[in-house]
T-cell receptor
């Protein structure tokens, strides 16, 4: 069965610090997708990134970067020079195809608090 | 873009009444939409997969007669919580698939008194 583990329940940093959110996944599929979503206090889930299982290149988008390593089944997310607006719950998710629809399996989320 | 809206954003109702929540994909068509429930400080729990023009597929433990789903068009899915009770109070979030990515609505906070 597919599973996503976000071992860090809560992280608290001071503004401008770098922070890495860990995500480890389990799947038997050879083709799959990994995602990160941000959920600010307002509740809406904001899509951040999608990575397919055949693309292990790391990606950088502004202050955000992602490190995908199939060898360790990890898809970690780093925020550089964190800001107060980065405070949110971050979810890592894995897609599985079941019955023709792509379901998402979510981790339990990591609550990030960035203090001024 | 990929914008998904939900209406209403919050609703308070009396026990025993039914509540309908709408999920719309505003700038794309979605043959598949998903309905999730989220309890405070917890992750999202998939309730059902809604496919346009066919019956929804419910996850184990979700009562299909309690949570009615209708996906009448490629841009609209509705979730009706029938005969709501206080234990149905929760945050309900929908998503719509565009390619391999699910885009989420802003959620609906339901409080049943």
């Amino acid at each position: 069965a597919q599973k996503v583990t976000q071992a860090q329940t809560e992280i608290s940093v001071v503004e401008k610090e770098d922070v890495t959110l860990d995500c480890v996944y389990e799947t038997r599929d050879t083709t799959y997708y990994l995602f990160w979503y941000k959920q600010p206090p307002s509740g809406e889930l904001v899509f951040l990134i999608r990575r397919n299982s055949f693309d292990e290149q790391n990606e950088i988008s502004g202050r955000y970067s992602w490190n995908f390593q199939k060898s360790t089944s990890s898809f970690n997310f780093t925020i550089t020079a964190s800001q107060v607006v980065d405070s949110a719950v971050y979810f890592c998710a894995l897609s599985e195809e079941e019955g023709g629809s792509e379901k998402l399996v979510f981790g339990k989320g990591t609550k990030l608090t960035v203090n001024p | 873009g990929a914008v998904v809206s939900q209406h209403p954003s919050r609703v308070i109702c009396k026990s025993g009444t039914s509540v309908k929540i709408e999920c719309r994909s505003l700038d794309f068509q979605a043959t598949t939409m998903f309905w999730y429930r989220q309890f405070p400080k917890q992750s999202l729990m998939l309730m059902a997969t809604s496919n346009e023009g066919s019956k929804a597929t419910y996850e184990q433990g979700v009562e299909k007669d309690k949570f009615l789903i209708n996906h009448a068009s490629l841009t609209l899915s509705t979730l009706t919580v029938t005969s709501a009770h206080p234990e149905d109070s929760s945050f309900y979030i929908c998503s719509a698939s565009k390619g391999e990515t699910q885009y989420f609505g802003p959620g609906t906070r339901l409080l049943v008194l």
